[in-house]
């Protein structure tokens, strides 16, 4: 049975920085693409930021510079440390793995202040 478990998220002001967690387990980790979308209230989930199996990151333009997508393949964890943090950001956030199926954290709520 696969699991992603995020942890992390929180009320923040404008500005400073949260770093989220995805644990993974069930799943080759090491061999799976991982990534973050997020969900605002209204709005379509989007993605933020993937990380291939081989560490390449990628990122959408609205968080590029800001966020930074990490994984830790001896811990199967995933990472997403956010700075500079704009109310814009406000979503809930969730991890996704993928090897040949995609998989879904059920998501933790990220929510910045102004």
């Known amino acids: 049975q696969v699991q992603l478990v995020e942890s992390g998220g929180g009320l923040v002001q404008a500005g400073g920085s949260l770093r989220l967690s995805c644990a993974a387990s069930g799943i080759m980790f090491s061999l799976s693409a991982m990534s973050w979308y997020r969900q605002a209230p209204g709005k379509q989930r989007e993605l933020v930021a993937t990380?291939?199996?081989?560490?390449?990151?990628n990122y959408s333009d609205s968080v590029k510079g800001r966020f930074t997508i990490s994984r830790d393949n001896a811990k199967s964890t995933g990472y997403l440390q956010m700075n500079s943090l704009k109310p814009e950001d406000t979503a809930v956030y969730y991890c996704?793995?993928?090897?040949?199926?995609?998989?879904w954290g059920r998501g933790t709520q990220v929510t910045v202040s102004s």
């Open positions: 996704s793995a993928k090897d040949i199926w995609t998989y």
């Open positions: 990380i291939t199996s081989g560490g390449s990151p």
